[in-house]
């Protein structure tokens, strides 16, 4: 296995990383994998959003960004991890860190897992125990892959291009919806967007037996000439056709990404000032969840928490493929709760991997 990391920025780490799986957790080593620096990709571009995109550094691009990986121990350990910390080095000296903890890796113990079910060490189902720990020596830049070999390749990437707009003006038209965390980087939504975006996702509902569709988010990212606060504001929704769809995936064929460029080219070209780009994608979990069973108690309770709304690890493990070192990115699903009701929940990156977060809809389509 070959590992690439491009765009990417000087990544040292203290110690290197290694990722494993055991039975118990006194149990030996089944299988280790060494964390490398592609693998740390998402929280790469996190951080670079955080320390830097997010604190008026907006002209610093994420692949001359230099970061530095330091791991934070359990208690009463040398090896075994916590978590991480990746510390950005910014323009003028300063450092400024984001904290991550191993469920930012779990895609690596993925890779660890799959030869041990493979081989039938392991069954599916069979409880196992995922690690993180640091090995001996330092200062090691990217541990090599599986068969030793490693590709790094510098890539100078231009400046951000976007919106300069008072962040604080749209915050106080906007109506905030689901906010979990206020200090999370802002994401508005226009209504028109809004609603496109649910009608695109729920059109495979319709169908029989229903499918996933879906649409990618337009807009722009916008910075702020006061704070330096970054934001992303989505103003409108492509929606992906010529795709494979199923009752529980949405495959973007060639055709589906050929005519999503084509018409976000010609927006760009015809309309530069606007900055558009693709902000994420939204799509629809069109089936009932629990086979549409309801609980005992659900005709007293207003609301039904059994939902198929959520981020699967196809949704993730695609995320990450076609939005890497884009931590602006979104995920938007639309789907039903048992009651065959209509939800929605809006996800971004954090914590290195796709969480519930919320938005603010503007009263209009037009912004400052």
Known sequence: MQTFAGNLPTL????PLVALIRRGYDEPVLAQTPVTRADLVDAASETWRETCLRTGHHDLPL??????????????????????TLEATLPGGGIS??????????????????????AAVLKPGDPYVYEVAATSGGGAEDPPGANGVSLTVSIRSPALTHLTIPIRQLLERATPVAILDPEEFPVFYTPEALARAESCARRGR??????????????????CPHSGELAAIITDVIEVQEAEQTAFSLSYSSRSWM????????????????????????HGHSFLPNDGKVCA??????????????????????????????PWALCHIFGLTARAEGVHQLYGLRDGRLQARGYYLLPDSSFP
Not at 12 to 15: G, Q, Y
Not at 67 to 78: A, K, N
Not at 212 to 217: A, F, I, Q, S
């Open 206 to 223: 319709d169908a029989d037996p229903p499918v996933e569709t879906g649409g990618v988010l337009l807009g722009a990212l916008a910075v």
């Open 297 to 326: 108690e659900c005709e007293k309770r207003a609301t039904c928490a059994v939902t198929s709304v959520f981020v699967s690890q196809d949704d993730q493990t695609w995320h990450r493929a076609v939005f890497a070192r884009q």
């Open 259 to 282: 005519r999503i460029q084509a018409i976000l080219k010609a927006r760009q070209a015809a309309y530069p000032r606007r900055a558009e780009r693709l902000l994420g994608q939204a």
């Open 97 to 118: 860190g984001r904290d991550f903890t191993i469920a930012a890796l779990r895609h690596v113990a993925g890779r660890v897992l799959k030869p041990l079910l493979q």
């Open 63 to 84: 692949a001359e960004t230099p970061m530095r990986l330091r791991p934070r121990f359990t208690d009463h350990s040398e090896t075994s991890c916590l978590g991480f």
């Open 12 to 15: 040292a780490f203290e110690r």
